[in-house]
């Protein structure tokens, strides 16, 4: 197989606007393209478009509307992971040596339908994620006694580092105070502890060793990948103080890479809810199981940015297809060293990881420069 | 409506069932998900394990477990405390747009 490397990318801000889905994927492609040098449209083999929404044929609408004539062009939708899915896709094109060069272009509208997971009948009246985001806090807690405050950390956090990313939803940070006292949605859940849906987009350009140094001195190269699909029903996930499907697709892109959680310099991880980072630090072996919630005190405490530098899906709003790919432009954008005031030191292997419906999947990214 | 949500409308909770492989099918499906044979549609016992639950206000929610394998998210209607692993009881089920499970322990 060849090495697949990420060449550049662009992001439209996430936010609630008037456009349509195709105007926001444009809005993100546009940038790509200004800031790409020698790239010209010809150049692209392959378009995916990325999104839960019920538009048609929108890779090549897309296509079309960007003057790209590509080989290969169609849409990836798997909830909120449909980016990190999209880039999955586009990777293997290219390893393949089916196509040499592939642009991914994800984007959501905030009424987006895939929300909710309305085939999951097993859920019963209780749909919406922040039922099943409820029986995970349930279960930790119980587990390891994990607090309603140990959770708020990981918000007051995350929001604290999205104020440093301009195309982030949220502008301002909370206060732990603030957290802990916004509504409870559940008894273990509050509003402040959710990601919320926006609007946003973001593209990405993929490209084979043979041909990257034409678009960029610094590639960044995808080492690893795991992804694991569980099942697509929520109650079939039998720890739920764990994500299964993190721990094996994230075994499975450490294996790839010839990496281990200790040389993981920066990751992003899927807060779709607060709790959801705590499981995860521990799924993917950032810390033990149990350890997760002074993992993340202890971020806060610190100041460090090493997990969502971006500002998490809390703090950037959660468009769903453009999510995981706006995910992965922070790492690339962290191995390049080009995030400013987000910026952690001298990071050369980062981590993605992003998941779908209660995590009955996920997929894990490894990146290095 | 498939035959699953017409049962549940009944106040009947139904899986389907593969007599080949001798296992429950769920979610609902029209084939077993282990050999692609038909499958029937068998009532399920109404007595539920609690794996786990939380609360919105005053209305308790959980994951209950049915014959050992049939997980779903209910109502669960209670004036006491709840341990995890206790038995209780499928009080109803509906189905308007949404399934619907109403549960309550066994006294
Ligand atoms: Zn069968």
Redesign the pocket.
Known sequence: MRRVGIASSGLAEFSKTDSTLESLMLSSVKPLFDSTKNLSQEDIDVVLTSTNSDSKYLSNVVSELSGISPKVSHSVESLCNSGTNGIVSAYSYIASGLADVALVIGAEKSDSPGLVLEWDVSRGQYKHPIYWASMFASAHMRKFGTTMEDIAYVSAQNHNNATDNPFAYFKKTFSLDEIMQSKNLTDNLRLLDCSMPCDGAASILLASEDVIKKFTDKPVWISGIGQKSLSAGFTKNDDLACMKSNVQSSHRAYDMAKRTPDDIDVAELHDAFGICEIIELEDLGFTKPGLGSSYVSNLYETSDKKINPRGGLIGCGHPLGATGIAQTIEIFQQLQGTTKKRQVDGAKTGLVHNMSAAATSSTVLILES | MTRFEQELKNNVFVSSF??????H?WPPSD???????N?IWRPVTRTAKLIEFSSKGDEVFGIVEFEGSIRVMGRIMTASALQIGQMLNLTECNFDGKAKFVLAPIV
């Open positions: 593969c007599t080949r492989c001798d296992k099918v084939m077993c998900n282990s050999c692609f044979g499958v």
